[in-house]
Each structure stands twice: as C-alpha cells, then as structure tokens.
C-alpha cells in the first residue's frame, strides 16, 4: 500500500511553455501533498505544501505565480511551471502524507527546458 | 525554521566494513527523523526512522540513535555491500507540522 505515482516521469518543453506535472495517491486519500524541487547532486529543496481544497503553502523563495499548485481532490495535485525557462530544469518530486509523519514519494518528473 | 546539516557529504568503505552518517537539526521541535536512500534519478526510498520518544531503532543491518539534547541523530549501516552504495539523506519535521527538512545528501560508495 501507499503508492503515489507522476505523469509525466520526464518532459521537455521549450521556453515560454507551461508544464503540467500530476501527482496521485492510488491507494489512500492523502490530505496533505509536498512537492519538492532537486538539482543534480543536491538535496531535496520544499518547494509547497498542498491541502485538498485550499491554497497551496509555498516556501520562502519560491514564485507561487510562477509554480501553480492544485489540489484538486484527496488523491490528486498538480503542478503547474508557467512559462519555463532553462533554470527551471529540474527533477520535481511529490510525496504524499497517509499520516502525521511518513511521507510516501513519487518517482519523480525530469523536466528539461530548451 | 528548521535547519538539518549532514555530514560527510561523501564517505568510501570497504565492503563488510560499517558507515556512520551523522545529522544535526536545530529546532527543538521536530518529533520525526527518517532516513532516505536515493539512486540516481529515483525517488527517496525510507529505510529507517525514528522519532523523538525513542533513542535508538535497529533494523537488520541499519540502525540510528537520537539524542534529542544535543539534537543530532546518525545513521550506521554495519556489513556493508555494494548495493548499499547510493545517496543518503536525513531528514527533519514535527515542529512545522508534517513538512521535511532534508540534510545536504552524503554519497556513500562500498568498494569490493
């Protein structure tokens, strides 16, 4: 159990162009959803917090007109990268929460900007 | 907010020998400490956690000890193999509700 899966696992878009990434719990409703931002060789940097129904929770730095978060239902978020630029490059990750604590991670989505 | 600083950020072993990976994190706060081992383009996979009411859990070859007052935790994989080379990475959360705060990373690399 506790399965949480990305579309697309990679995408390559041009610069200008939205990018749309889904992030779904399968198995359980998941009321809290996290995504993650990773540049190679580095740590997994919190981009926002997404609770079903309300407003995303960004962290500091992070463009929230730029990175739109949805949190649709209990088993879906979304991620949305507004006029991408080759710096937005990145492995974007989500994970979701079943409980107060663990947090159960998708395989990520490798987004290349050209 | 909270702030998890991991070392060493590389660390080469001997198989069959141990690795010990060290963490410290700043907010008093946080109840919940897992270990994540990552390869290359995959996702964080849990190995272990612990959290704040317990001082040590052991799982077959992989253990961490907490100690809340000075407020590091580590990490110690014993008999190591080849498989066990990855990235590891602490992690951190409670005082800011469920969010992680993730270490730096340490590569580790188990050589025949």
């Known amino acids: 159990g506790a399965v949480v899966s990305q579309h697309p696992s990679w995408v390559i878009c041009k610069s200008g162009t939205s990018v749309k990434i889904e992030c779904r719990s399968l198995?359980?409703?998941?009321?809290?959803m996290f995504w993650y931002r990773q540049f190679p060789k580095q740590s997994l940097m919190l981009m926002a917090t997404?609770?079903?129904?309300?407003?995303?929770?960004?962290e500091q730095g992070v463009e929230k007109d730029k990175f739109l978060i949805n949190h649709a239902s209990l088993t879906l978020s979304t991620l949305t990268v507004t006029s991408a630029h080759p710096e937005d490059s990145s492995f974007y990750i989500c994970?979701?929460?079943?409980?107060?604590?663990?947090?159960?991670f998708g395989p990520g989505t490798r987004l290349t900007v050209t | 907010g909270e702030n998890v600083e991991q070392h060493p950020s590389t660390l080469s072993v001997q198989e069959g020998d141990s690795a010990v990976i060290k963490c410290t994190y700043s907010?008093?706060?946080?109840?919940?400490f897992p270990w994540y081992k990552q390869e290359l383009g995959k996702r964080p996979q849990l190995i272990i956690d612990?959290?704040?009411?317990?001082g040590e859990k052991k799982d077959q070859r992989i253990a961490v000890t907490l100690n809340k007052t000075a407020k590091h935790f580590s990490l110690h994989i014993t008999e190591t193999q080849p498989e066990d080379s990855a990235v590891y990475f602490c992690?951190?959360?409670?005082?800011?509700?469920?969010?992680?705060?993730f270490g730096t990373g340490t590569q580790l690399k188990v050589e025949l």
């Open positions: 994970s979701a929460n079943r409980d107060l604590s663990e947090q159960y």
């Open positions: 907010d008093s706060a946080s109840n919940y």
């Open positions: 997404s609770n079903e129904g309300s407003k995303a929770t960004y």
């Open positions: 198995d359980f409703q998941a009321t809290t």
């Open positions: 612990i959290r704040s009411n317990v």
């Open positions: 992690a951190a959360s409670g005082g800011g509700g469920n969010k992680l705060t």
